[in-house]
Structure formats: structure tokens, C-alpha cells
């Protein structure tokens, strides 16, 4: 209830207080919908008064300290300012507050998507948000603010004002929390105790300490009078305040952060239901393709017939019908006619080759997506818990793109293969010959590691490097390379030698086809091709 019209009317007093008789130095913008004041005290002379004219926060808030920047700074009214501050009003019954200069008279109205700030004076009339709206929409009226409230305007005679629809008709300045503190303390159907008791309500606003309530946990924050939550449990934490200016500051200080918080926490949620659903897809193709079963088998014995009919098959055919000598069944066996028919018996082992490799990388992979699927599920239920900021900055850290590449699978958009080497190191694969051009010349940066299989066809792997202080240690490098020969025409191979070096000597030249590049230094390292153990893939596309 901080922006209630009774601690706008103590809050106006205040400034009453401490404003009167200082001037309005100037009025500028720096932000959207924010217009600031500069009002310089003996005390202090960088205070400045913000009015916001955001829907969501419209308010006047105080500011001790506020830098004016010397870059997109729009002035305003400054043509009549400086001007003393003889008062300041507020509208009865109306989040209306008047300025009055000596000279002429600031306006701060609050009407939802339609507050604004005004500038009159006997000639000149401007709107803040709106410079050329010509219709003054000013109220006629205003009251001196460092008058104590006149309860006489509360005229509560019918019962039907027990009811908050009613009650909100006739006062709509009031406010639901006012209503129902003054008919908790009622009790019963009285409007003459109902009357009483808003009494006390509107007097502890504009008398009373002011608690500031919070809750880390649910990353919320309450602004009402301590007496008002003295029976409340929704909020653990609280500060108190004597007077409006130092809590709103605090208040809105800690909306700021709470709404940051909860910022994070709906796009970590917004992330993990992506991801939950992208593995979830992902895990249902795997298993269709683990239930569809491995052809390596059958893929050799196709291989073996071919090869015991090798010179009954005539050269230039895309097909062939051939006794199996294991059923007695004719077996109809596609070939590539542009092939000989020795290198269509090679192509046929070469797919069992790697239909073998094949079905037990599909089968890692389902095993892996399983365990993410888990961890996944298991940050989502904590999310959905309370969780405190720590944990949630916690739980930030981890889904970050493998710790270490500052920006979050949220923030960047990945368009190669991705895995992450013992939760820690990112390494990306390209896909295709321009996706290998893409990710070396354009994503990898000139500190990351390049990796290719040696004189062979092959993806271009990088290993991301953001820390170049600390050494990336042997068992990394190597098990970076044994991803780069298992993403080579090499990955049936027993130890295939794999080039890396940093990506600032490896070079792109002009005419060079897509893929291919040109190392000015490189090391080896004889590997196995596999996936290793601890390497986990990130499902972000198919892989």
C-alpha cells in the first residue's frame, strides 16, 4: 500500500516540512516516464525528488544522492526554473499532489496509465509525458497537506459499506488493505464501529512507525503501518520507520531486487521447461531407434553375400537378387551403380562398422539424456518450491553452458553440437562443412582450442577456453580429441591423430572450399574415437 492516498497526504506533509522555502533548481528525464527534481538542501545538495509516472510505480520517491548523466538527458520546464517552493498540497481524496512555485505550479498526478506530471503558470500550461496535450486535466481543487486529515468526510451510515464492492464506490481513494484492517478490527456489523475503527486505520498511516515486511524466500516485500501486520506470518523479516521517505526508499530498493529475483527465477523456469521438452523428444527417438535394434549384423551378412557372388554380379547395376545361404531365400540388395562392385561389398562393411558404433552411441546418449532428464526435473520441483536467492543464483550457475562460458544456454543460441566435458568444459562440434567454417571463423574465439582429426574428413571441435590463466589439463585435451576422431571418417578406427592448437592460428584464405582451413602451428595426439566417460551432451538441436 505504499502508493495509498494517506501516505502519499504524510508524505507530502513531510516534504512540507523540509522543502518549504528551497527552490526547484531544475527538471530533467534521463529514464522513460521518470521525471527528476532537483531540489538542492543545505545539507544536502545532490537531493533530488523522482517523480514516476510508470504504471506499475507510480510515486514520488526521494533520493539523497542522484547523479545526473551528461548523455541522453532531456530538460524540462527549465525556461521558468529555478523557482522557490512555497507549499505543497495534495487533492482531497485524490492522488494528486501540487508543487507550488512562486512563480508557477508543478502538478503530480497519479491515474494510472495516465499519470503524469503538468507545469502551469499564468500563461503556460505543459504536459510531461504528453508536451503538445493542450486539455488541462488538473483537479480544481487542493488542500494543505500539513493539515491533520479531516475524518469529517467519512460518511459511513449504510450497512451495505461492509462490503468491499460498495465500500470501494464511495472511497475509492481508500484502498482494499485500509477496508480490511478496519473490518478485521470491527468484528461485527457495525458501520458506526467501522467508522471508528477506519479512523484508527488512517491515522496509524499518517502517524504511526512504518514497517517495511519481507520475505527473502518468497522474494516479496509489504509497506504498511506495524500495526497493521502484527498478526501476519506471511512475511519473516521487517525494518521500521519513523518517517515515509526513508521506508518507501527501502521499499522500493527491495522491489527492485525481489522483482530482479523473480526475474531470474521465471526464466530459469521458462529454460527448464525448453529443455525438459527438447530432451523429452529427444529421448523418444533414441528409444525408437534402441527398439528398432542395431543392422550391424545384418548389414556384415549383406557384405558376406556380395562377397561370395562377387563375379556373378554383373558392374553398373542398382540392384541385385541373390540366394541367401543362410535362409535359401532370394535377398534383393540395393548398390550404388556408379560404385564397383568391390567397393559396393566395402560400403556394405563399412555401415556395419559403423552401424555398430552408431547403436552403442545411441544407446549412451539415451542413458545420458536420462540422468539430465532427472536433474532437470529435479531443479524444476526445487524451483517450484520456496527457494532463497542464494539457491536460485545457485541453480543460475549450474544451467550456464558448462559453468564457464559466462553467458547461459538461455542467453546464446547454439548451432552446433554441444557437450559438456565433467560438468565443467564446453565443447562444440560442427555439423557440416559450412557449420565447420561457422563455428571456427565466427563462434570460436582466438583463445579456444581447435581440434580436427589429422588428414581426414572430419568436424572441427572447439574447446571453449574463458579462463587463459589456468591450464587446461592433458586428460581434457585428450578426450576433446577423441570426440574430434569420432566426428572423422576415422571413428571405426583403433587411434586416430588428432591436430589441435589455438584458434588464432588457424586461418581461413580466400578460395578455400567450405571447411577446409590452414593451421600455422599444431600439436598431435594419438586417440581412440569415442565419446568419453563424463562427457554429457546438451540436447539444444539433434545430434
Known amino acids: ?20 522555502g528551497r527552490a526547484v533548481k531544475e527538471a530533467f528525464t534521463q529514464e522513460k516516464d521518470c521525471l527528476a527534481l532537483h531540489v538542492p ?24 544522492r542522484f547523479n545526473k548523466s551528461k548523455k541522453n538527458t532531456i530538460n524540462f520546464f527549465n525556461e521558468y526554473l529555478p523557482d522557490k517552493i512555497i507549499s505543497l498540497q495534495i487533492a482531497p481524496d485524490d492522488r494528486a499532489v501540487k508543487i507550488e512555485l512562486e512563480n508557477s505550479e508543478l502538478f503530480f498526478l497519479i491515474q494510472g496509465g495516465n499519470t503524469n506530471v503538468h507545469f502551469k503558470n499564468s ?9 503538445g496535450e493542450k486539455d488541462s486535466p488538473l483537479p480544481v481543487k487542493f488542500i494543505n497537506s500539513s493539515l491533520d486529515y479531516p475524518y469529517a468526510r467519512l460518511n459511513i451510515e449504510n450497512t451495505e459499506l461492509l462490503e468491499w464492492k460498495y465500500f470501494q464506490k464511495q472511497f475509492p481513494y481508500m484502498g482494499k488493505d485500509i477496508f480490511l484492517e478496519s473490518l478485521r478490527l470491527t468484528g461485527s456489523d457495525s458501520v458506526k464501529e467501522l467508522k471508528e475503527n477506519l479512523i484508527k486505520c488512517i491515522h496509524a498511516i499518517l502517524f504511526d512507525e512504518i514497517a517495511v515486511f519481507y520475505d527473502d524466500m518468497g522474494c516479496k516485500s509489504r509497506l504498511m503501518p506495524k500495526s ?15 518517517n515515509y521517505s526513508e521506508a518507501v526508499n527501502y521499499y522500493i530498493t ?11 527465477k521465471l526464466r530459469i523456469g521458462k529454460y527448464l521447461d525448453s529443455e525438459i521438452n527438447k530432451l523429452s523428444a529427444k529421448l523418444n527417438n533414441l528409444k525408437f531407434r534402441i527398439d528398432e535394434g542395431s543392422k550391424e549384423k545384418e548389414y556384415k551378412e549383406t557384405g558376406n553375400l556380395l562377397l561370395a557372388n562377387i563375379y556373378n554380379i554383373p558392374r553398373g547395376c542398382d540392384k541385385v537378387e541373390l540366394s541367401d545361404y543362410n535362409t535359401g531365400d532370394n535377398k534383393i540388395i540395393e548398390l550404388d551403380k556408379k560404385l564397383s562392385v568391390q567397393k559396393n561389398i566395402d560400403r556394405y562393411f563399412d555401415k556395419s562398422k559403423d552401424e555398430k558404433v552408431n547403436y552403442a552411441h545411441s544407446v549412451e546418449l539415451y542413458n545420458s539424456a536420462l540422468i539430465r532428464l532427472d536433474k532437470l526435473n529435479s531443479i524444476r520441483m526445487k524451483l517450484n518450491s520456496d527457494i532463497s536467492i542464494d539457491e536460485l543464483n545457485d541453480i543460475n550457475k549450474k544451467i550456464k553452458t558448462g559453468g564457464t562460458s559466462g553467458k547461459s544456454k538461455m542467453e546464446e543460441k547454439i548451432n552446433f553440437k554441444h557437450y559438456i566435458l565433467h560438468d565443467k568444459y564446453d565443447v562444440f562440434v560442427g555439423k557440416d562443412s559450412k557449420n565447420n567454417d561457422e563455428l571456427t571463423t565466427q563462434f570460436a574465439k582466438q583463445n579456444d582450442l581447435w581440434f580436427h582429426a589429422r588428414g581426414l574428413p572430419g568436424s572441427h571441435v572447439v574447446l571453449r577456453i574463458t579462463n587463459t590463466k589456468e591450464a587446461v589439463p592433458k586428460n581434457i585435451i585428450k578426450e576433446t580429441a577423441s570426440i574430434a576422431a569420432y566426428f572423422s571418417k576415422a571413428k571405426t578406427a583403433g587411434m586416430v591423430p588428432v591436430s589441435y592448437t589455438f584458434r588464432k592460428y588457424v586461418h581461413k584464405k580466400k578460395g578455400l572450399d567450405p571447411g577446409q582451413v590452414i593451421l600455422d602451428r599444431e ?15 546438451v540436447f539444444t538441436e539433434n545430434i
Do not use: W
Request: proline residues 6%; contains cysteine; glycine residues 2%.
Open 1 to 20: 500500500m505504499f502508493r495509498n492516498y494517506f501516505y502519499l497526504y504524510r508524505f507530502t506533509r513531510e516534504l512540507n516540512a523540509s522543502l518549504k
Open 41 to 64: 538542501l543545505e545539507q544536502n545538495p545532490d537531493y533530488h525528488l523522482i517523480l514516476n509516472c510508470n504504471s506499475n510505480l507510480s510515486c514520488i520517491i526521494p533520493r539523497e
Open 123 to 131: 500563461d503556460k500550461y505543459i504536459s510531461f509525458k504528453r508536451p
Open 228 to 242: 497493521f501486520l502484527k498478526d501476519d506470518t506471511s512475511c519473516e523479516k521487517s525494518r521500521f520507520f519513523d
Open 254 to 264: 527491495l522491489k527492485y531486487k525481489f522483482e530482479k529475483d523473480n526475474s531470474l
Open 523 to 537: 600439436d598431435v595426439v594419438l586417440v581412440k574415437p569415442e565419446i568419453p566417460k563424463g562427457c554429457e551432451p
